[in-house]
């Protein structure tokens, strides 16, 4: 036996590294495995790039530069960028969404109230979302969700038009059940929740103000609807949000964010956000 292990003493060595080394990466595709399934349940950030927009016209001329700003946020860890063509085009300019659209290398999302205008702007851009809002056109942001009921044929012919054209379909609801089922019901892939009235209540009781947001997000789910989130959301009240309702896809984020990065920087701003998600 002691000359059979003499013998062999080197095959055995390395026999053990080899398992060694086989069980090392057994650990390695096990973690790679599970970061993958995180990455794909963790919520994306969105970055709304309507205020810098704002900026650039103030002043006129290419300062700051939309598209570079847009690019600047996917290099820095954005999942998607969001634009919100109006009408008067008093910031993001319909020649900039189709600028973006070439250039981007992430989700690219548009919304807005899809009167003809917009809706032949979407379909001929066809970015991966299209996010369906009920401004009126001299608004100065959005500021309610679509009566789903009231409105279901004309939403319903809308979506049906986007869908056909390969496009997500989100609408833009408050935290009312009713109106997620209408949604589901028009054809919608996703509803986007308006988180102003949580992001107003939070301060005061942070649980109160989730509470309508968290039932609208389970009936979502229970009709099979992905969902969103946007409107007011900050670095002060998105994680209390993502901790109650994670199957929450998407949360598209630009005043506060824009805001932040004033004083942060966009990469810091972006990163320290995303922290948020986990």
Known sequence: MKL????YKKDFVSLKINLQAFN????EVFLLILWEQNKQKMTKLSVNINKVATIRNARGGNVPNVLQVALDCEKFGAHGITVHPRPDERHIRYSDVYELKSALSTEFNIEGNPNDTFTQLVLDVKPHQVTLVPDAHDAITSNAGWDTKKHFEFLRTKTEAFKAAGIRVSIFVDADPEMVIYAAKAGADRIELYT?????????????????????????KEAGLGLNAGHDLSLENLQYLIQTIPWIDEVSIGHALIADALYLGLENTINAYKAQLL
């Open 196 to 220: 102003e009235p949580y992001a107003s209540n939070y301060p005061t009781d942070k649980v109160k103000a989730v509470e309508p947001f968290l039932l609208a997000a389970q009936k979502a």
């Open 4 to 7: 059979f292990k003499q013998k």
């Open 24 to 27: 090392n990466l057994l650990v």
